[in-house]
């Protein structure tokens, strides 16, 4: 790309050519520049973890939360993943990024169930540069060890790609988790190119059918006709079913037809700070006992 962008530069004369250079310099140089700063704000914890709602679709309650990162920048403010997630993998970032995600939750899941003995879990999104490695299980069991968290209150969300790029790998990196006790789902159901078939033979417990399905249900019939399928599928398999970005009643009410098991999304909550997301387990405690 550069070498094009160079070659047709030059052929424009030599104006164009340092104009050309100098912008891919700039590129460069505030890439390095954002990379160091990430470091930094590792270095810093200025990462914050939000978290969003995971609700029971027949009972309204809360019963887990998924761990979303935020970086609290000192100058820009809140920003969120799609600002530096893409950065931070390209830089190698990702595996302390991610320890550093599951210690905050291993700190705030002890509270979380404190507060609401129902709560379940916290689940922790892992990108494919973590999932692929080898020690992965091992480091993630010290952290939990160390906070005294039980396997039972993490879960770990995988996307298809990160299973299906290498089967064979993933299965056995995947039933290595669960004998250690971890819950596993398939993120973004639906977006990949594994088939309802390979459900089957991949150990894990639940399937998050993405937001792009939600969407337009019940209008659009193909999508209808797709989330039907999914949790029956996912439920002859002996799968939860948990639907992402539900935003709109008639959405929810949809999923309380098709028996979906649980739901995140706007509708109920944006992901939140854990003083946020204490204060809303501690009102449905106080509800109920009314
Ligand atoms: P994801 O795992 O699919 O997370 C769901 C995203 O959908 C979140 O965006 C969430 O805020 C958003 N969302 C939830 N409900 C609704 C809704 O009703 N409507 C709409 N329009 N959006 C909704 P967020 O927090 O910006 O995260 C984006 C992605 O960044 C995540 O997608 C996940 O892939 C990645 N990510 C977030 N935290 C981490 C992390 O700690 N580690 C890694 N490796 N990736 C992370
Ligand atoms: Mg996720
Ligand atoms: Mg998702
Ligand atoms: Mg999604």
Same mark, same amino acid.
């Given at each position: 790309n550069a070498d094009i962008a160079m070659y047709r530069a030059k052929n424009k004369g030599k104006d164009n050519f340092q104009f050309y250079a100098s912008e891919m310099n700039t590129h460069t140089v505030e890439r390095l520049a954002f990379e160091a700063r990430l470091r930094k704000a590792l270095e810093r914890r200025e990462f914050v973890v939000y978290y969003q709602p995971k609700v029971?679709?027949?009972? !309204?309650?809360?019963v887990g939360a998924e761990a979303l990162v935020r970086w609290n920048h000192p100058e820009r403010g809140l920003l969120y993943p799609n600002d530096f997630i893409m950065l931070a993998e390209e830089a190698g970032l990702i595996p302390r990024l991610g320890m550093l995600v599951l210690d905050v939750a291993c700190r705030d899941v002890l509270n979380f169930r404190q507060l609401d003995s129902r709560f379940g879990r916290i689940a922790i999104n892992l990108s494919g540069s973590q999932f692929n490695d080898h020690q992965l299980l091992d480091e993630v069991r010290s952290v939990i060890d160390f906070w005294r968290v039980?396997?039972?209150a993490i879960e770990f969300e995988i996307t298809e790609s990160m299973v299906m790029h290498n089967r064979e790998q993933a299965i056995i990196l995947m039933d290595g988790f669960k004998e250690a006790g971890f819950t596993l789902s398939i993120d973004d159901? !639906?977006?990949?190119?594994?088939?309802?078939?390979?459900l089957k033979r991949f150990p894990v417990d639940s399937v998050k059918v993405d937001r792009s399905f939600i969407k337009d249900i019940p209008h659009n019939p193909n999508d209808t006709a797709i989330v039907l399928a999914i949790v029956a599928m996912a439920h002859t398999l002996g799968l939860k079913v948990i639907a992402e970005g539900v935003d709109a009643p008639t959405q929810l009410s949809t999923l309380r037809e098709f028996q979906c098991d649980e739901y995140q999304g706007f509708f109920f909550s944006k992901a939140i700070s854990a003083k946020e997301f204490a204060s809303l387990l501690q009102k449905q405690v106080m509800v109920e006992r009314v």
């Amino acid at each position: 790309n550069a070498d094009i962008a160079m070659y047709r530069a030059k052929n424009k004369g030599k104006d164009n050519f340092q104009f050309y250079a100098s912008e891919m310099n700039t590129h460069t140089v505030e890439r390095l520049a954002f990379e160091a700063r990430l470091r930094k704000a590792l270095e810093r914890r200025e990462f914050v973890v939000y978290y969003q709602p995971k609700v029971s679709v027949e009972t !309204g309650l809360i019963v887990g939360a998924e761990a979303l990162v935020r970086w609290n920048h000192p100058e820009r403010g809140l920003l969120y993943p799609n600002d530096f997630i893409m950065l931070a993998e390209e830089a190698g970032l990702i595996p302390r990024l991610g320890m550093l995600v599951l210690d905050v939750a291993c700190r705030d899941v002890l509270n979380f169930r404190q507060l609401d003995s129902r709560f379940g879990r916290i689940a922790i999104n892992l990108s494919g540069s973590q999932f692929n490695d080898h020690q992965l299980l091992d480091e993630v069991r010290s952290v939990i060890d160390f906070w005294r968290v039980p396997a039972n209150a993490i879960e770990f969300e995988i996307t298809e790609s990160m299973v299906m790029h290498n089967r064979e790998q993933a299965i056995i990196l995947m039933d290595g988790f669960k004998e250690a006790g971890f819950t596993l789902s398939i993120d973004d159901f !639906g977006t990949g190119y594994s088939s309802l078939a390979y459900l089957k033979r991949f150990p894990v417990d639940s399937v998050k059918v993405d937001r792009s399905f939600i969407k337009d249900i019940p209008h659009n019939p193909n999508d209808t006709a797709i989330v039907l399928a999914i949790v029956a599928m996912a439920h002859t398999l002996g799968l939860k079913v948990i639907a992402e970005g539900v935003d709109a009643p008639t959405q929810l009410s949809t999923l309380r037809e098709f028996q979906c098991d649980e739901y995140q999304g706007f509708f109920f909550s944006k992901a939140i700070s854990a003083k946020e997301f204490a204060s809303l387990l501690q009102k449905q405690v106080m509800v109920e006992r009314v």
